[in-house]
């Protein structure tokens, strides 16, 4: 079974899920949430399933859907967003998101600003569901920052100016899909190109034979041996590809070392690098780091680990998963600092419920908004 519509079954809100705004959606998890009570901070959260206007492959898997849960916090009239995706190979669920949620009581906590405590009371709850951890941290982000009547760039001291320009992925696939891909994403001054297959020189040839943009290369662990890849490495370089991201699986630590000593071109590590602790234990092995808040817990890691890398002198890029615009606007407020970005999550997805963070020729376009900058897409998602 559809395990959305079962959750949603279960818990009342089929009829909401198609047509209600988001607003109506979290009042109806208000009594399920059970957290009301008090003057201290509410959390509400509902499934919502993202559609993904291509279906997604990477090497080892294919999907047309990712699972989602939108999350609200509630303090004295004000409300701030987050958001939980969940790709399936990281291993949390709507199921496994919606249980650590109702597990949680924030209405514990009577003051928003004393986010430290709060977010390591969530942290410390149980282990793992990272994803639902930034969903709590991403909507206390968007509260606090509304409360102060700031975006997070600002708070952070960050010049909007400098944000980088976002890439767009085009996934494995057919020689005439990716160039259809390729076509369609002219707007972009950067590509990246999931690799780690046989039809690697085949994939970035079909995109050669449209755009001389710089491309950069994800391939997801596909790689196996390190000759090979350095090897595969030189000719991407002659390609004109800009960085390679986690070239070889996340265990062959040696192997990877080896590779970015020998490497012409920055290697970079995301499935890696999750959390904090992973930033220190990368310095040596790759030239960068991938951070993303669905690993790393939200926005509040997502900084220490910008500030942290930065300090080991080590690249950054910020990254995401298929993602709403509320997801990607926390992650673009970070962007002002690093390297890179591959924030096209949420343009990836046909069902958008926000608009935030826009993308001008490119670039990242940060909204002069309080929190994370989110507005409603359509006037029945009132915000
Ligand atoms: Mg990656």
Known sequence: M???????????????????????????????????????????FVPYELQLRHAFNLATSSRKTTPDVLTSIEFEGLTGYGEASMPPYLGESVESATKFLSSLNLSQFKDPFQMDDILKYVDAVMPGNCAAKAAVDIALHDLVGKIMGQPWYKIWGFDP?????????????????????????TPYKILKVKLGQKTDREMVETIRSVTNVPLCVD???????????????????????VFVEQPMPKTAIDDIAWLTENSPLPIIGDESVQRLPDVIKAKGVYHGINIKLMKCTGMREAHQMLTLARSLDMKVMVGCMTETSCAVSAAAQLSSKCDWADLDGNLLISNDPYSGVQVVDGKISLIDKPGIGLSAHDSKWKI
């Open 161 to 185: 100016a400098d944000t980088p320009n976002t890439s767009f992925t085009i996934g494995i696939d057919t020689p005439e899909v990716v160039r259809q891909k390729t076509e369609e994403a």
């Open 219 to 241: 391939v997801n662990q596909g790689w196996t041996d390190k000759n090979k890849a350095l090897e595969m490495i030189h000719w991407l370089k002659e390609k004109g590809i």
């Open 2 to 44: 559809n395990t959305r519509r079962h959750f949603l079954r279960t818990t009342g809100l089929t009829a909401l899920a198609g047509a209600a705004g988001i607003e109506t959606l979290f009042a109806a998890t208000k009594a399920k949430s059970g957290k009301t009570s008090g003057k201290g901070l509410v959390l509400r």
